[in-house]
């Protein structure tokens, strides 16, 4: 008599395909971790500093690059590469804890930004930037 082997069944592990999913995951997870991005950090402003009624110092540069500013609810006055770092001064002196805002127009180039930035930062300013005039 002859004995009958064993008949292959057709079903398939997947024991080993999630362990093999599981170790993926695992090195991708460790891997993310160390990938540092090459971003600028920016600090935001919180909440609740957004919504206080501490007095904001705005600086507008139009589409023909003229610079004007204003303190609180102060009509803009002109301003210049010379009068800009005596106004943020006067504002500051006014309030110590002021908020500069810039607004700038889209078409405006990155370094005249960069001018009104490099005078905060000199100065010591909280900045906060925007993208268009505020509503009159």
């Known amino acids: 008599m002859l004995k009958r082997r ?9 024991a080993s395909m999630t362990d093999v999913i599981f170790l993926l995951l695992i090195f991708f997870m460790i891997t993310s971790t160390m990938v540092s ?6 600090l935001l402003p919180q909440g609740k500093q957004q919504t206080s009624a501490k007095p904001l110092t705005r600086v ?19 301003l210049t590469d ?8 006067e504002c500051a ?6 908020y500069i805002a810039l ?4 078409s405006v ?15 010591h300013f909280k900045m906060v930037l925007a993208t268009r005039p505020p509503e009159r």
Do not use: C, H
Request: proline share 7%; charged share 30%.
């Open 60 to 78: 507008i540069i139009d589409k023909q690059l003229r610079m004007y500013g204003a303190f609180g609810n102060e009509r803009e006055q002109n």
């Open 37 to 42: 991005p090459n971003a600028i950090k920016v």
């Open 103 to 106: 607004y700038a127009d889209e």
């Open 109 to 123: 180039p990155y370094r005249e930004i960069v001018k009104v930035l490099n005078v905060a930062n000199e100065n």
């Open 6 to 14: 064993a008949k292959i069944s057709p079903a398939f592990s997947m």
């Open 82 to 89: 010379e009068t800009l770092t005596p106004f943020l001064r």
């Open 93 to 98: 002196e006014r309030e110590p804890e002021m």
